[in-house]
């Protein structure tokens, strides 16, 4: 049914009557915002202008409260012995040279609150969307990681959310035949009625094939292709991430986008055809906000303006308005800009892949954004107001008073076992204990070696994929935080994330090149929370410095709590390094008997913010481990250059030496005899940072401890693999299959 005319010229109207109330702040507007629009374009807005600046001036959108923090990331170079980026912050994802004419491009973005709402829908298309903006870079897509974090596992909310989340990434994922090869799964009572759903894609193209998102040329076309808009999603992602949730869940539900992967895997390939035949001169991925963010970022970042007619937009609800086709966020739609010699051709490209394309618009030679409706023109703005110079929000921010008390508190103090019995008894209940138990339940419903180059996957370190299969040329990508450590000293948390991904990566021997971020935390409108922003920010960027890395791109996730209770502060941090040939990787679990077990690195009494700390006491508070970033870079530069010397590597973190034993000695069925020095129980439970565990051939060693002085690392003999158990020489020995059983019982248990 055709849609009736504006009575009057929609912005000429609004010069005349501007008295007139608007529901500014019922689409989340502030009034100093709502004065600002008004102060830009000199006069009100239409409704329709009004419901792309809500949108796009949103948290989600705009980085209005954490930009004054994220450019120090800006300063960091760009270009290291190490690897060039081709496409950094501000793009879509960023995009990392990894040689051989080869580049990977790389991001971790949230999709938190919608995922509370709609777990299955709201986690599916959250990979959906960071899909689309690795395929926006002219990438394809070869594997999606899921970092995730729950309440308590026996809390009947985490029963609800966790199942549909899980089938929603798997669902979606294995739909369009992408691998997921890693993440992580986190139970914490903070994050109860707040789970966190971050999604994390890897893309691999060419360096001749790399787009960027913007709108040049006057007379090109705009071409909209892809599903239709409907009205799943209006408001969606940018409205739901900018609000603190009630104690009874979120104050405002707008829907919930709905995610069809089937129509994905066409766009992808459809996409990739495009490209191919060098029928796109400029991309967006329609994500976030919807047609207002894809055409106010195109034209923003082009050199001059575009004309859009919306009601050439295809829609399968013919009902909607203006205002709602612009702030719908519906699913797998691209942007494209088109050569006009060129829409033929790429309209019969999307015809082969049943892809509807429509030309809604041209790029002009102005420097307006301008959409009629039915010949009305109902936006006339400039696109850099609406894309890019939204408010920017000094929030304050400073150190709350209880910090002191609670770093006073340490783990140290409290009472811990002291003879053999009580640590085997400590080690069984750690191994089964939520946050360290296996993730099978989990892992089991994602394909992980799907189109058949993973390399690396759950539950090893890292996830690696093979790039090249005449060379071997592949990349590793791990995610981690510990939002523990973090809510001890926001500063060293995140860069105690960012150092256990590192390390990660590094001990499948693939050399860290880049990070990604996705930052998630409580709102910004409490002193304390930007605090811990704001220290979580700068320790990355001190972090990347010294270890010669950039941050290339990411997600900023705010107003993360329910009621007045923040979730912990999740800084994110995904590391992705190269690896010259992936036949040559280090596996994490122990392989054959009779080889020797070192471990690498300083252990210290470090209990505060522990798993055992944790889970036996119920207790936080005290300071996070000491983390020393040049002997960070010494033991990562040893584990890559050990590749093919050590037989399997594998980090040390939550659960410390223990936990780390005990996956080794599980992974291939193999035990192992090793003697502790000092405290057994700080040798066995201390999280101490910057240290690894690697098994030996006997012939090697000698070799391999020379490289080790080398590089500065110290090395410690604890004994070595074989027998059917794990034994700590003069405290216990427990049958693998013993510990096997405890440590996968857990999830079953509680999820069925």
Not at 280 to 293: E, F, H, R, W
Not at 451 to 476: C, F, H, I, K, Y
Not at 724 to 731: F, H, N, S, T, W
Request: charged share 20%; with cysteine.
């Amino acid at each position: 049914m055709p849609q009736p005319r504006l009575a009057l010229d929609a912005v000429a109207l609004a010069a005349t009557d501007p008295d007139r109330e608007q529901p500014w702040a019922d689409l989340g507007l502030k009034e100093d915002e709502y004065l600002r629009i008004r102060e830009i374009l000199g006069r009100r807005p239409t409704s329709a202008e009004l419901a792309m600046y809500s949108v796009m001036w949103s948290e989600h959108c705009s980085y209005k409260s954490s930009k004054v923090h994220l450019k120090q990331f800006s300063e960091l170079p760009q270009e290291t012995p190490l690897g060039k980026t081709l496409a950094g912050i501000g793009e879509n994802a960023g995009v990392i040279d990894i040689g051989q004419g080869y580049a990977v491009t790389f991001k971790v973005e949230s999709h938190n609150h919608p995922s509370y709402v709609e777990p299955y829908q709201g986690a599916a298309t959250g990979v959906g969307g960071i899909v689309r903006d690795i395929l926006a870079m002219g990438a394809r897509p070869v594997a999606v990681m899921d970092p995730l974090r729950f309440g308590p596992l026996d809390a009947p909310d985490t029963h609800r959310v966790l199942p549909g989340i899980v089938a929603g990434v798997g669902g979606y994922g294995n739909c369009l035949g992408l691998p997921n090869i890693g993440g992580e799964a986190v139970f914490d009572a903070t994050y109860a009625g707040n789970p966190l759903v971050n999604a994390l894609c890897v893309g691999v193209l060419r360096h001749e094939d790399l787009h960027l998102a913007k709108a040049s040329g006057a007379g090109n076309k705009v071409v909209l292709y892809g599903a239709r808009t409907g009205g799943d999603g209006i408001g969606g992602v940018s409205v739901l991430a900018s609000e603190t949730f009630s104690d009874g869940g979120p104050t405002k539900r707008p829907s919930v986008q709905v995610g069809d992967p089937f129509m994905e895997k066409l766009l992808i390939e459809c996409t990739l055809e495009l490209f191919a035949a060098g029928v796109v001169a400029g991309i967006q991925d329609l994500g976030g906000a919807g047609l207002s963010c894809a055409t106010s970022e195109l034209a923003s970042a082009g050199d001059g303006g575009m004309a859009v007619e919306l009601d050439r937009v295809p829609l399968r609800d013919s009902s909607l308005s203006p205002e709602e086709i612009l702030m719908s966020e519906s699913q797998e739609r691209m942007m494209a800009v088109v050569e006009p010699a060129d829409v033929d051709a790429f309209m019969a490209i999307c015809a082969k892949w049943d892809v509807e394309a429509v030309v809604v618009g041209e790029v002009t030679d102005g420097d307006r954004l301008e959409i009629t409706w039915h010949g009305e023109v109902v936006v006339d703005v400039p696109p850099r107001s609406v894309a890019h110079d939204g408010p920017t929000y000094h929030r304050p921010f400073e150190r709350p008073d209880w910090q002191d008390t609670l770093q006073a508190d340490v783990a140290e103090r409290l009472p811990r076992p002291a003879t053999g019995a009580e640590l085997r008894d400590t080690l069984l209940r750690l191994v089964a204990s939520p946050n360290l138990c296996d993730r099978s339940w989990i892992t089991d419903q994602y394909d992980r070696y799907v189109q058949g180059n993973t390399v690396l996957a759950q539950p090893s370190d890292s996830g690696m994929v093979r790039v090249d299969e005449d060379s071997g040329l592949g990349v590793a990508v791990s995610t981690d935080c510990n939002g523990r450590f973090a809510l001890l000293d926001p500063y060293a948390g995140a860069q105690l994330a960012l150092a256990e991904s590192y390390r990660n990566v590094a001990t499948g021997g693939a050399r860290p090149l880049a990070i990604s971020d996705c930052l998630n935390f409580g709102s910004p409108e409490d002193p304390a929370v930007m605090w811990q922003f704001a220290e979580a920010c700068r320790g990355l960027k001190d972090a990347c410095r010294v270890l010669g890395i950039p941050v290339t791109g990411g997600n900023v996730s705010l107003y993360n709590q329910t009621g007045e209770t923040a979730i912990l502060p999740t800084p994110v941090v995904a590391v992705l390094g190269v690896v010259d040939d992936v036949r040559r990787r280090t596996p994490t679990g122990f392989v054959a008997e009779d080889e020797h077990v070192l471990l690498l690195g300083t252990t210290r009494e470090e209990l505060s913010g522990s798993e055992w700390a944790s889970v036996v006491h119920g207790h936080l508070g005290g300071v996070p481990p000491q983390l020393d970033l040049a002997a960070e870079q010494s033991l990562g530069a040893l584990l890559v250059a050990a590749c093919g010397l050590v037989t399997s590597a594998h980090d040390l973190s939550d659960g410390g030496l223990a936990q780390a034993l005990a996956e080794s000695c599980l992974r291939n069925g193999v035990g192992a005899h090793v003697a502790v020095e000092g405290d057994p129980f700080v040798a066995l439970f201390s999280e101490s940072a910057t240290r690894a565990l690697v098994s030996v051939a006997r012939e090697s060693v000698a070799d391999f401890e020379a490289l080790a002085a080398d590089h500065g690392v110290p090395t410690s003999r604890l004994g070595t693999t074989g027998g059917a158990d794990l034994r700590v020489e003069g405290q216990f020995a427990v049958p693998l299959d013993e510990l096997r059983a405890a440590w996968t019982a857990t999830l079953p248990a509680a999820l069925g």
